[in-house]
Nanobody, 121 residues
Framework: QVQLVESGGGLVQPGGSLRLSCAAS????????MGWYRQAPGKQRELVAG???????NYADSVKGRFTISRDNAKNTVYLQMNSLKPEDTAVYYC???????????????WGQGTQVTVSS
């Protein structure tokens, strides 16, 4: 089996920073793209940032210049550094990864359980 476990969410004041982590574990042969999504109450889940296995990144326009995604392939971990946080960044943040498991001949999408980020004074 494969699990994605997120950590690092919490309550922060506007202008503050948080760092999210997501570690993949289990019977992993390789990991393709990894990313962070978020879902605010009453809204659809949206892509925040993505990173390929080679390190190429992409960001939602709303977070460009404030958020940075990175990954440590040796640790099967992806990070999201969030700076200059705004109240509109409040959401549940989900980690996503395309993973090839040992013994499985195709890449499958996996999701973390979500971590709450609340930006409020």
């Amino acid at each position: 089996q494969v699990q994605l476990v997120e950590s690092g969410g919490g309550l922060v004041q506007p202008g503050g920073s948080l760092r999210l982590s997501c570690a993949a574990s289990g019977s992993i042969f390789s990991i393709n793209a990894m990313g962070w999504y978020r879902q605010a109450p009453g809204k659809q889940r949206e892509l925040v940032a993505g990173i390929t296995s080679g390190g190429s990144t992409n960001y939602a326009d709303s977070v460009k210049g404030r958020f940075t995604i990175s990954r440590d392939n040796a640790k099967n971990t992806v990070y999201l550094q969030m700076n200059s946080l705004k109240p509109e960044d409040t959401a549940v943040y989900y980690c996503n990864a395309g993973i090839l498991r040992y013994g499985l001949g195709y890449v499958r999408d996996y999701w973390g359980q979500g971590t709450q980020v609340t930006v409020s004074s």
